[in-house]
C-alpha cells in the first residue's frame, strides 16, 4: 500500500523549487547531487526545471504525493542554502 508523503512547491517570482523533508526516500537519485539544487538541515530544495521532476516521479511510485504550495518573495531565501552539488 502506497502511504501519503507531503511536498511543497515553494515558487519565487523568478524560480520555483520542490521541497522535500530530507527523511524522503530520494537517495541515490541523481537529483542529490545536484548543482542547481538546495538543502538545509531539514529539508532539500528541488530545482524545478533541473531535479523536480526526477524526484517528484520516484516519490510517486511509492507514495501518494500530497502537494502543498507556499510563495516567497525572494529566491535568495532558497538560494542562501547550501548546494547539494
Known amino acids: 500500500m502506497r502511504t501519503p508523503i507531503f511536498v511543497t512547491m515553494v515558487h519565487a517570482p523568478s524560480h520555483s523549487y520542490l521541497m522535500v523533508g530530507k527523511t524522503a526516500p530520494v537517495q541515490g537519485l541523481k537529483a542529490i547531487k545536484s548543482q542547481y539544487s538546495f538543502e538545509d538541515e531539514e529539508d532539500y530544495y528541488?530545482?524545478?526545471d533541473c531535479?523536480?521532476?526526477e524526484v517528484f516521479e520516484h516519490l510517486r511510485k511509492s507514495h501518494i504525493v500530497k502537494i502543498q504550495h507556499h510563495n516567497i518573495?525572494?529566491?535568495?531565501q532558497i538560494k542562501s542554502k547550501q548546494r547539494l552539488g
Do not use: G, L, M, W
Not at 73 to 76: I, Q
Open 46 to 48: 528541488f530545482e524545478q
Open 73 to 76: 518573495s525572494d529566491v535568495e
Open 51 to 53: 531535479d523536480a521532476v
